[in-house]
């Protein structure tokens, strides 16, 4: 299904790595990537590595996928957050989609970046 600028949501966590840590952080990566695997809605999911920091890029269709993932690999997460510190999370879309989420992600402190334009993909 083609994504539009009027719904697509993505999320930019960063996680900070604890020292020595980094091999057990990698070796979560492919359990997250398999575990989104039959999520219908995800448009993108996968992850970089700076130094001690890693970065999952993800999009999702709308709101309602965006949470629907959050409760699909909630567990992985608390096992990511024992290895490092979410150091930065941004949410981004079209401010009614980013409504949608403030109350499940309000208690994680993410910044917010309301769509202002784009195009069909």
């Known amino acids: 299904m083609p994504a539009s600028p009027s ?12 020292p020595d840590k980094m091999a057990e952080a990698k070796a979560l ?8 695997s039959g999520e219908e809605d995800n448009l993108l999911y996968e992850f970089t590595i700076n130094g001690d920091t890693i970065f999952c890029r993800e999009a999702y269709l709308d709101a309602a996928a965006t949470e629907a993932h959050l409760t699909n690999v909630g567990e992985l997460i608390e096992e990511m957050l024992k290895l490092s510190t ?3 999370f941004e949410v981004h879309g079209p401010i009614a989609e980013l409504d949608k989420l403030r ?11 309301a769509l202002e334009c784009g195009r069909k993909l």
């Open 29 to 36: 990566l492919p359990r997250f990537v398999e575990k989104t």
């Open 103 to 113: 109350p499940a992600l309000d208690g994680l402190n993410p910044a917010w970046f």
């Open 7 to 18: 719904t697509v949501v993505s999320l930019h966590p960063y996680f900070k790595v604890h």
């Open 86 to 88: 979410l150091e930065r």
